[in-house]
């Protein structure tokens, strides 16, 4: 929700709840921007997500068995990776991508920042998956899709979308006059046959 229209926005979840008498409702926010606000929801509870702390993330892995003695060893000796591991979800993709007892490491000669280890680790992640899924059936090939995937994610972006619904695509998606003219002449096309099919 954009800052002008929050608090707004909670006293509206607030009158709701007053009104309806909803059973439960979830609500996210960030801590910091909820602070900010002047108003509190009239809610029964609050819960504050923390990162995982070092113990956490070790425990986690040694859980993991030895499968991922290599992964938490290089997490134990790389502060930078220990505060990537700190997200449940770049922990479960460093599990996922690091599972055969690879280590992670950085090009020789090299050094990475922070968001040059994420995208590392989202590089290799995706090439696991691959391997994993096989793409021998598939209908598509991985630089297809990630051709794919890169224009939803510039669409969202575009679009200020976070999650991604079917639903929500819309003509202006379209990249080029020759795309929107497509789909212009395939849905008059497919109306048409409806009007005909229901006369």
Same mark, same amino acid.
């Given at each position: ?9 909670? #006293?509206?979840? #607030?009158?709701?709840?007053?009104? /309806? ?22 809610? #029964? ?57 690879? %280590? ?32 021998? #059936? ?27 619904? %079917? ?21 008059? /096309? ?10």
């Amino acid at each position: 929700v954009k800052e002008k229209y929050r608090s707004q926005c909670l #006293n509206a979840i #607030n009158s709701f709840t007053q009104a /309806v008498g909803v059973a439960g409702i979830a609500v996210c926010s960030r801590k910091a921007e909820y602070t900010r606000l002047p108003e509190r929801l009239h809610a #029964n509870g609050a819960i504050c997500l923390q990162p995982l702390n070092a113990n956490q993330v070790d425990r986690y892995l040694l859980d993991c068995g030895p499968r991922l003695s290599a992964l938490r060893t290089s997490i134990k000796n790389d502060p930078e990776l220990m505060s990537l591991a700190q997200s449940p979800l770049m922990l479960n993709i460093m599990c996922l991508s690091y599972s055969e007892g690879d %280590a992670i490491t950085q090009p020789k000669g090299e050094t990475c920042t922070g968001l040059d280890r994420r995208h590392l680790l989202i590089d290799t992640y995706i090439t696991k998956m691959f391997e994993r899924r096989g793409n021998k #059936n598939a209908h598509h090939n991985r630089d297809q899709l990630l051709s794919m995937l890169c224009f939803l994610a510039k669409g969202m972006r575009h679009h200020s979308q976070n999650v991604f619904l %079917a639903e929500s695509l819309q003509p202006s998606w379209l990249l080029s006059n020759r795309q929107l003219w497509v789909y212009l002449v395939i849905a008059h /096309v497919i109306s048409g046959l409806l009007s005909v099919l229901l006369l």
